[in-house]
């Protein structure tokens, strides 16, 4: 072909005083599909020629060659016809791959997606919060406690913590620091999610209050 088809493309429309607009009315397509013929992205799927010639005031020939005024054998028309198949065939394959190959990704995605959100969840409500003791120190006893002097340990957790849990890791505390029962009448306990230090110590999640046992 001397010409190439999106640039005979365009120029046939022009000298028809047709926008893509009504272009695409008078072949039933999409305005944008007009646009990316005349870019060279796509072409026209075979069965659109003679519709798209008509529209166009060609024969078939001529806009299969690109040329007016050109008459040729039907051996060379179904040549050339044979050849315009296989580039749209070659062109739609490679449209089919690139739009196979998003589809997959958009699926991994989405599916690494769906596992970080149930892998939330899980560590959320299944696992137990993980407990870090940040903070401990000697303190007077806030009100309404009918004790003095009050050791403070401050523990940051990481997860769903309830009620069970506190309790849980109030005997851990129990235990561990039954040492400081001989100074301090009782141990406070405080849960904080994101401690952010001793003047925030009573913006706390949960409270529980260890005492001495005899």
């Known amino acids: ?19 893509q ?10 305005p944008s599909t007009i646009s990316k013929w005349e870019k ?18 060609v024969t078939s020939v001529e806009l299969l060659y690109c040329k007016k005024g050109i008459e040729a054998s039907p051996a060379v028309c179904l040549d050339e016809m044979h050849s ?12 089919t791959k690139k739009v196979f190959l998003q589809k997959i990704i958009i699926c991994v995605l989405a599916v690494a997606l769906l596992l970080s959100v149930f892998s939330s969840v899980y560590l959320y409500y299944y696992l137990p919060p993980k407990m870090k003791i940040v ?4 303190d007077d006893a806030p009100e309404p406690l009918p004790y003095e002097k009050v050791y403070r340990v401050v523990v940051d957790y990481d997860g769903r913590i309830t009620t069970e849990e506190t309790i849980k890791y109030l005997a851990y505390v129990r235990s561990n620091y ?6 301090a009448d009782a141990i406070i ?9 001793r003047e925030h110590i009573d913006d706390y999640y949960a409270m529980a209050v260890a005492v001495p046992t005899e």
């Open 189 to 197: 306990v405080t849960y904080h999610a994101n401690y952010q230090g």
């Open 1 to 19: 072909m001397e010409n190439k088809f999106e640039n005979f493309l365009s120029d046939l429309r022009k000298e028809n005083n047709l926008t």
């Open 84 to 95: 315009s198949i296989k580039e749209l065939i070659l062109a739609d394959q490679k449209r």
């Open 21 to 30: 607009k009504e272009l695409a009315e008078l072949v039933h397509v999409s």
């Open 178 to 183: 039954r040492m400081y029962f001989t100074e």
């Open 40 to 57: 060279g992205i796509a072409k026209p799927s075979i069965t659109l020629y003679e519709e798209l010639a008509k529209a166009l005031n």
């Open 135 to 138: 903070d401990e120190f000697y």
